[in-house]
Structures are given as structure tokens and as C-alpha cells.
């Protein structure tokens, strides 16, 4: 069954203008480095500087004014995301997801939270088929390291909202929540979205903990299902 694609910008309050536009990227491992692309040079304005005697002088017109963005995707896929075909919908989720980038031209960061420690398989650059490639291959296994994830990607995002001020940045976290107990969570400095994956009639509830912590955009990917039926 198809799943909806989910938008991770952050719901607008009411009469916002929430239109999304697409942001100017340039291309690299990790993305434009300044607020939309220059074009062709600006002579009237460089002029007015005085007669260029350098490259620096000269003074470029920006293609575009609007920032770019970028997703952070932290996809748990530890050993308990098999039951109950956890997984399997959160795949489906994230083809839908990096399309939906692809189509908006946003940039996407991926941690994959398995096994021993987090690691990162995409870090600021377009998405690509690649992304598509890896999603069909992707299999649950090993141990929860989604706290350690989570610390990667504060830490990554800190210092790239260092480097790209204009830049902006969302977070999307795929959990079944199933965590021994964990240190008290800060939120993220940006908007988040946590999807909770865990299926079967028992459920432990530990996602939408977690999202109250982080102050996250709580979502069961089972009402995210069902408005596709």
C-alpha cells in the first residue's frame, strides 16, 4: 500500500502564508555555501564601488533570494523495527519522502540509527537514486543507537547552521521507540517531526516520550496510512 508522503515543514500557524518555495542550491557534499545562487555581474552596483581593480570588486547578482533547506532524516532500524512490519512502512515512508526532496529541490542529510553506533549515509547533498538504492537494502538489525544518532545530529546541525545562517532545517525521526531508559532529552534547534513505527497490540508508548522531549510533531505512521486508504 502506498503511503502519504509527509511534509516535515512545520504546520503554519493560522492565515501564515505557508506556500513552499524551493531553494537555490549549488551543488558539493555540503550544499550551497551562502543564500541562493549569483548570476551575472551587477555593473551599475559595482561601479558605484569605484573602477574594480580586482575580482572581489566586482559585485554579482543574486539568482534567487530564497534560502535553501534541508532535512535530517534519523531512520531507526534496529532489531524491534521488524515486528509487526515496522520497517516496511517506514520505507515506504522515506521512498515518499525523498522523492518529495527531490521534487522541492531541498537538500537531505541521512543517519542510520543500527547496530554498535549511528552512521551517516547522506550529509547535505541532493537526493539522489543512490538514496533510493540504499532504502530497497535497508534490513533491521542490531542494537537501538538512536540517543548517540540524535547527539550526532545536534551536533552536525550546530555547526551547519554556522556555516549556512540562511539555511533552513528540518528534522525527521523514524522510531518504534523501543529504548531502555535514556538522559533527559533537549530539542533540537529546528523544527521536528517524529514518526512512531512500533505496530502490534502491545506497545510500549516510548515514541511519543521521546517526542514530548524533543518537542517534536508527534505522528503514528498507522493515521498517516490510513488517510491513504
Known sequence: MAKKALSIRPRPAPGADATPRPGQLAGGRSGARQAGAHGRIDWPATLRNGRPQRR?????????????????????????TRRHGALAQAKGLLADTFEQAYRQRARLAVLHATGAQPRWLWQGQKASGQLQQWL??????????????????????????????????????????????????????????????????VRLGRARKLAVELEADYRPISELSAKTR
Open 56 to 80: 572581489a570588486d566586482l559585485v554579482l547578482r543574486a539568482r534567487s533570494r530564497t534560502p535553501g533547506e534541508l532535512w535530517l532524516v534519523i531512520v531507526d532500524a534496529s532489531a524491534s
Open 136 to 201: 530497497a537494502q535497508l534490513g533491521a538489525g542490531g542494537g537501538t543507537p538512536l540517543i548517540e544518532a540524535l547527539g550526532q545530529a545536534r551536533e552536525w546541525l550546530d555547526q551547519r547552521q554556522r556555516q549556512k545562517p540562511a539555511e533552513h532545517q528540518r528534522l525527521l525521526v523514524l522510531t518504534d521507540g523501543r529504548l531502555r531508559d535514556w538522559p533527559t532529552l533537549q530539542p533540537l534547534n529546528c523544527p521536528t517531526v517524529l514518526v512512531d513505527i512500533e505496530g502490534g497490540g
